[in-house]
């Protein structure tokens, strides 16, 4: 037979091996987590996918009927609506999200303190474009007599709340499970003598606390960061002092709870290593020991080791606003200047690497600035990106600041490069009704609640466009989730029928917000393993 086989001629040139793609699909299904590059190669979906849904004014009323001091505001103003020196009388001036993404606390420049029930503000967005909050469903709504400019949780007793003011030297600790407007501990800041011997308060500024242990940290206008142990009393145990008296708009602790950092008025940030020496005996002792900072930096002269921008622009030495830790990537610290521009200082060697410079507020003619406000942005949990209210629009920017040289806002992107083929990355604005002051993302699905000047929250979502394979599967979950949702209000009103308190409330029908609470949490842990569990499934079948 090999007489008839013809012989082949041989190639004067060896033939490349094609090389295929590769697919990526398989290597989540190898390595049970998505790569990060490509997390961030879809980014620019997620980003596109953000639009308000809703927004929520503050028109709230007390027990007896009356409206509240930040909606008589609201009123009072509704014919000034674009007046600068009014706006500073009313707005929503801080916003923070629960671990668990279940409850909402807000405060106001009028001294309102609002916990809201986010499943409920979420619902009710989907509901109609005019979206009424229902005050019956309300966690906690009370009023201070006093001006209120920060709220956090505290994450070592999710039941509280723990708020603060810039013209008042304390505090105020609340638990949310109790129906009463007096807090349930305050913790006081030493005033400081002057040359005539008076005492001159301090205001606070921002607020930090940790998971493990019973510390708060507190800044306040006097460059001081104030740290509490709860156990020791009312006053503070330890200070973190700097060598200005400028205030400390804003600090943050890193995850691990070793380092702060606090940013002030002067444009500088300062470093503190809470695991050195002296600050282990400070907590077992009652004697109050102050502590200089580890390092520091001048913000604007790291700006100008970015030549680009020193040859087009004039980098001079600007307000902080706000600095924030990547949950996604713990070595950037974000920060948000006082004329709008946004980027990230990487902790490792003290550089710039992300900026992002919009328009000056005088370019668009615009009357948005407002010095006495201070813009709190937030990150979102995955993928790096940032959410800032801008200085000059209404509306918010989602920033990608992923730490490669693939993100468009990196000092180093070429966009000619940094893009791959069909795909462009840039960050995106989002349209608002309001002009924005401090943005909330919510710690497990990424929705973001913006705050704005004229006392309104806004509901920023995604809007996905699913398959037909994940909308069977979605509807065979809603019947699951539908059921589940019945036995839990069934549960919720058999438990609440037993549970009642009677503080400062003339009505003896209310349920016991502390079980409730409980509850809630409870079911809401056991609600998303469940879909956890559902989409877990739906990705091995994909």
Known sequence: MEKYLVPLEPLNEVSKPVRRQQWRRSLIELNGRFDPKYRHSVSDLLIQSYSEVGAFPHLYHHLNGTPCLTHINRVSNAGYIHGQALIKKEGISALDFDNKGIYLVSVTKSGCLTVHDFETLYCQSNQSSECVEDEAKLVLHLTRQQQLDCVRWNLANQD?????????????????????????????????????????DKGVSDIASTAGDSRLFASDTHGVINVWDRRLGVFPCLELTTNSRSTINSIQLNLENQIIYGANKDGVIYMWD?????????????????HSPLTS??????????????????????????????????????????????????????????????????????????????????????NSIYAVGSSSDIGIYLLDFYPDHSSPSHVDFKEDEGNAP???????????????????VHPLNGSIIAGTKIITKEVVKRQLQLGSHFQQTSSILGKHCCGLYKEHKYFELRTTMHCRVH??????????PKSRIRIKRKLFHLRHLFERCIESDFSSQC
Not at 322 to 327: E, R
């Open 297 to 382: 930096l001048k913000l604007s002269s790291v700006i100008m080791k970015i030549g680009l921008l020193k040859a087009q622009s004039d980098i001079i030495a600007k307000e902080i606003h706000s600095i924030n830790i990547n949950p996604s990537c713990p070595h950037q610290l974000a920060f948000h200047l006082d004329d709008g521009w946004s980027g990230v200082l990487d902790t490792f060697n003290f550089d710039v690497t992300h900026i992002h410079c919009p328009p000056p507020a005088w370019l668009n003619e615009s009357n948005l600035a407002d010095s006495s406000c201070l813009r709190k942005p937030s990150w979102l949990p995955t």
């Open 422 to 440: 069909g795909v462009t990355k840039q960050n995106r604005f989002v349209p608002l009704s309001e002009p924005v002051t401090s943005c909330a």
């Open 503 to 512: 503080l400062n409330c003339e009505e003896p029908s209310l349920p016991c």
């Open 274 to 290: 809470l695991r050195g020496g002296r600050p282990a005996s400070a907590f077992r002792s009652h004697k109050e020991i102050c």
């Open 160 to 200: 509280e709340v723990v708020c603060s003011s810039l013209r008042s030297n304390n505090l105020l600790v609340f638990d949310i499970g109790y129906i009463t407007s007096e807090p349930a501990q305050v913790l006081k800041i030493r005033p400081t003598l002057s040359l005539h011997n008076f005492n001159l």
